[in-house]
């Protein structure tokens, strides 16, 4: 029975005996032998695919994360309420934290937590709705529909 070596030859993997000086050393003179034909940029490619191979296997091991939907009771505001629950979404964003938006308001908030991506996002709504309020005589369709929207599940305080 044969044995298999599968891993990913290296450019250092081409040595013959006479590579070696007597002493099993490697010949390290770039002038001759196999070293003085191994570019810098082998060098570097090689470790860039062992640095690669790294990040994948990190990256498989890492547990995936998704998105859910939640029913937002209140906006923890002394200024707006709720007056029916608001659906938001939660999940990860590209910054390695994340990310909690309406599709409905087409607001979001980001953050290292997801704690943190709620107060964001709650800071966000509260603006955006004031914001409205005051240009609500200028707005462009999508805004107008985002502040009829508005007007139906929050009410001031």
């Given at each position: 029975?044969?044995?298999?070596?599968?891993s990913t030859p290296s450019v250092l993997d081409n040595k013959q005996e006479s590579d070696y000086e007597s002493d099993g050393v490697m010949n390290t003179d770039l002038k001759r032998g196999p070293l003085s034909q191994i570019s810098i940029a082998d060098l570097l490619r090689e470790a860039d695919m062992v640095n690669l191979q790294e990040r994948v296997e990190k990256l498989e091991k890492r547990p995936e994360q998704k998105s859910y939907i939640v029913p937002l009771q209140n906006l923890?505001?002394?200024?707006?309420?709720?007056?029916?629950?608001?659906?938001?979404?939660?999940g990860p964003n590209n910054q390695k934290g994340f990310a909690v938006w309406s599709e409905d308001l087409n607001a979001w908030g980001e953050g290292k937590s997801e704690e943190e991506a709620k107060e964001n996002f709650l800071r966000n709504v509260e603006e955006l709705y004031f914001d409205l309020k005051k240009d609500k005589d200028k707005?462009?369709?999508?805004?107008?529909?985002?502040?009829?929207?508005?007007?139906?599940?929050?009410?001031?305080?």
């Open positions: 029975m044969e044995n298999y070596n599968y923890d505001s002394d200024k707006l309420k709720l007056r029916m629950p608001l659906g938001v979404t939660v707005l462009g369709p999508a805004l107008k529909k985002t502040w009829v929207f508005m007007q139906k599940i929050m009410e001031e305080v």
